[in-house]
């Protein structure tokens, strides 16, 4: 503290002095107590930022760990243990897409509020090129300069580009026909009216194709379309949407004919089952039904022939159906180890391929609880078979035959050697005896695939598409009785075989055929 010439004060007298510097104490004070006050205000800033921070880093951290998650619940997710885990993905879906909203609508509010700047994000995809491009082409208002006034010249230009939605809307197609006489014999001649799908309906090939693809495909009930379409002013009843749908599985019933025709056409085909539940009238419960699946997929081994899936229902477990279902097929079968399938070999017209997935589900099963080096090494093993389908996978089915006999066969034929000598090491009520046996009995099932490149080595598209069945569409199925299912497995047919090809269009181009049918 400095005295100046402005502080009047005659500094002979002791009080005088005390009182000058009790008043610059005071001012000192008050200072220090400003200075305090903004100190505080700065540490709390700075608490509420670290708060902010670490909130940020907190649900990255929650969201980067959900999608570990999810990635290894995707990876995991097949057989037996498959439908618990996807429906544990679901609810991780769920809780991530929260937690990115969470974040979105925070780092706006941040942005319309703090000069901080915002965090750099992940690049975005590129909009798809097949879009419809609406350009808007922004040019600068003045004509000349606004510094100078000099002529201004093209430079250069910034383009930017974000999604916009073309709202769905219905409309109404009015038919006139024009009707003519002669004039000589008052003769009538007019038109025929064009033919509908469902006769004497007011729906249309596409209004049908989307109420079919949004129960279907996207699993809207008929209540929630209905409820939709009142909100865009049509008035649509679900009794209406219902009976379109129970109409339509009779128009596609022909194209499902042509799926079920050109599957068994193939010359292999990988077969699956999954239990649904389905209404038991009078039982006050569900019972148990059988979605029988058939895939054709040769594309693994270079063939361009187009995929194809097709499914049916029965009523129960038995033989029979598939034996039903495959009386016209000849070829390779590839399925898993159910005893339905075991009388279709004998013939001779059917040959069996084994699942090597589900040779490796049982020693992976017994390693989840009680690792040991048996089941490390059988693991490995199996690994190194699916490592060299991994890089086959996309060359010609002669090619993958050359190669799997080169490569592959060594591997097998030790693997074979191994589980002999290990199984005689095992007491014979082991898991790990059971599993080596099942291998075992198998072998000529699981090794087929090393004399036809064509074979795969497991059932795993088959499960895939079975998958699909067993999570989207369980709500489904506890709706349904057993004639219900008449109805939708042909609609479920068709969505699953056109989910891939344009569905819609399907529908739209052979409605009128299947009328005609």
Request: aromatic share 6%.
């Amino acid at each position: 503290m400095s005295f100046t010439a402005s502080d009047s004060c005659n500094f002979s007298d002791p009080e005088a002095v005390r009182a000058l510097l009790s008043a610059h104490a005071r001012e000192l004070a008050l200072r220090d107590q400003m200075l305090a006050e903004k100190d505080a205000a700065l540490v709390r800033k700075d608490a509420e930022i670290a708060a902010r921070d670490e909130k940020i880093f907190s649900r990255e951290q929650q969201i980067e760990h959900l999608k570990l998650m999810l990635d290894k619940m995707r990876h995991d997710a097949y057989g037996a243990k498959s439908e618990k885990l996807e429906r544990n993905t679901d609810q991780l879906e769920l809780k991530l897409e929260e937690l990115e909203s969470d974040q979105a609508a925070e780092e706006v509010t941040e942005l319309l509020t703090s000069d901080r700047p915002i965090r750099n994000k992940p690049t975005r995809k590129p909009l798809p090129d097949h879009l419809q491009r609406e350009v808007i082409t922004h040019t600068p208002s003045e004509q000349c300069c606004p510094d100078c006034g000099g002529r201004l010249r093209k430079l250069g230009e910034d383009v930017s580009e974000y999604l916009e939605r073309i709202p769905e809307t219905f409309k109404v197609v009015r038919h006139v026909r024009v009707k003519m006489s002669c004039s000589g014999c008052d003769k009538i001649v007019q038109p025929p009216a064009p033919q509908r799908p469902i006769e004497r309906c007011l729906a249309g090939p596409a209004l049908l194709a989307h109420v079919l693809a949004a129960k279907y495909a996207n699993h809207i009930p008929l209540n929630r379309q209905s409820e939709i379409y009142a909100r865009e002013g049509v008035e649509l009843d679900r009794s209406t949407l219902a009976g379109w749908v129970g109409a339509s599985s009779q128009l596609l019933a022909p194209l499902v004919e042509a799926v079920r025709r050109h599957v068994m056409a193939g010359r292999k085909v990988h077969a699956d089952d999954t239990p649904v539940p389905v209404l038991s009238p009078g039982r006050g419960r569900t019972k148990i039904g059988r979605l029988w699946t058939y895939v054709r997929d040769d594309r693994p081994a270079g063939v361009d022939t187009a995929p194809a899936v097709w499914f049916a229902y029965s009523p129960d477990r038995k033989g029979e159906h598939p034996r039903q279902h495959l009386k016209d097929f000849r070829g390779v079968l590839q399925a898993d180890a159910y005893a339905g399938f075991g009388h279709l070999y004998g013939t001779g017209a059917i040959h069996e391929a084994a699942c090597m997935a589900h040779a490796r589900r049982k020693y992976h099963d017994i390693h989840e609880v009680h690792p040991s080096p048996i089941t490390t090494e059988a693991l490995d093993r199996i690994g190194a078979l699916y490592g060299i389908e991994r890089e086959i996978r996309g060359q010609t089915a002669e090619q993958r035959r050359e190669i799997r006999q080169a490569r592959a066969k060594p591997l097998l034929d030790q693997f074979h050697r191994w589980l002999e000598q290990k199984l005689t090491t095992l007491s014979a009520k082991s898991d790990t005896a059971m599993a080596i046996r099942y291998s075992l009995s198998r072998w000529r099932a699981l090794t087929r695939y090393l004399d036809d490149g064509l074979i795969e080595i497991d059932k795993a598209m088959v499960s895939y598409c079975t998958s699909l069945v067993g999570f989207s569409w369980a709500g489904i199925f506890r709706t349904l009785s057993g004639a219900g299912w008449l109805s939708t497995r042909q609609c479920f047919r068709a969505v699953r075989k056109g989910n891939g090809f344009g569905f819609r269009e399907i529908c739209e181009a052979t409605s009128p055929l299947c009328a005609n049918a």
